[in-house]
């Protein structure tokens, strides 16, 4: 009776360790390696676009792009003083800039 266990409780294991093994050859084919990839890429693309949006509206917004021409000018953001001109203004809210 205990050799009949034993020799189903092998082979049951036998059959999980194949299946593993597969599942884990299926997952580093070149195709699904490939895929893994770019969706990674894409993934990180999407990222990069988000941040650059947010950083865009937040220059437009200290710069005033997005207000109406009609407004009066905003006060010069704190720390600065009023005569400083739009250029100005870039230099100190773009990391890296150079003057032209």
Do not use: H
């Amino acid at each position: 009776m205990s050799r009949i266990f034993y020799l189903a409780f092998g082979a049951a294991g036998g059959v999980v360790v194949v299946r593993q093994a597969a599942k884990a050859a299926a997952a580093l084919t070149p195709t699904s390696l490939a895929g893994s990839f770019v969706q990674s890429v894409q993934e990180f693309f999407a990222d990069v676009r988000e941040a650059a949006a947010e950083r865009e509206e937040e220059i437009r917004g200290a710069l005033g792009l997005d207000r109406d021409p009609d407004d009066p000018a905003p006060p010069a953001p704190a720390g600065l003083p009023e005569d400083v001109d739009d250029l100005e203004r870039t230099m100190r809210l773009v990391p890296g800039a150079r003057r032209p």
